[in-house]
């Protein structure tokens, strides 16, 4: 059976947000076929789009999965309901937030799922947090590593590392 390597991003700005990153990755470890490789470390950032609203806490996970990307994608919006995530409108807060950013190299949409992310190229408190596990990965469209988008993003929202890591 294929094993893919597939990075996802976590961000929460509503309640305890530190505990809402570590919850999902928790979280994450529990899902059959999944396995947690390794995590960024926690970076605050400014919100994005809407800017009225309380700083992120942002976060990368590697993962290891057998599971296709349209598989694992209702899994991870499971586990953002199960950790207490409404509707909320484009950019506005959220408790916790679980995005697909880059599956093994694989461009996919179904209409559902789309990977890549097709925003992250230009989401610092994307990049910056992927750069420090996987600077070296390519992006399958545009052709770029992680560092190189890091370089010509033109997001000037401030990330900045925090002094927390995700607990596995």
């Not at 470890?29 to 926690?42: D, F, G, N």
């Not at 399958?140 to 890591?165: F, I, Q, W, Y």
Request: charged share 25%.
């Amino acid at each position: 059976m294929k094993t893919y390597r597939v990075f996802v991003g976590l961000g929460s700005n509503m309640g305890e947000r530190e505990l809402q990153l570590n919850n999902a990755t928790h979280a994450l470890q529990k899902l059959e076929a999944v396995k947690v490789i390794w995590t960024s470390s926690i970076y605050e950032t400014d919100p994005f789009g809407k800017v009225d609203q309380p700083r992120f806490l942002n976060a990368v996970v590697e993962l290891e999965t057998t599971l296709a990307p349209e598989v694992l994608y209702p899994r991870l919006k499971a586990i953002e309901q199960e950790l207490g995530r409404t509707a909320s409108e484009r950019w506005g807060p959220r408790e916790i937030d679980i995005d697909i950013l880059i599956y093994d190299g694989h461009v996919h949409d179904d209409g559902n799922v789309t990977v890549p992310h097709p925003e992250m190229e230009q989401r610092k408190f994307v990049l910056v947090p992927l750069n420090e596990i996987a600077p070296d990965l390519v992006h399958p469209v545009n052709g770029m590593t992680v560092a190189e988008m890091v370089a010509t993003c033109r997001d000037t929202g401030r990330v900045v590392k925090s002094l927390h890591h995700i607990k596995l």
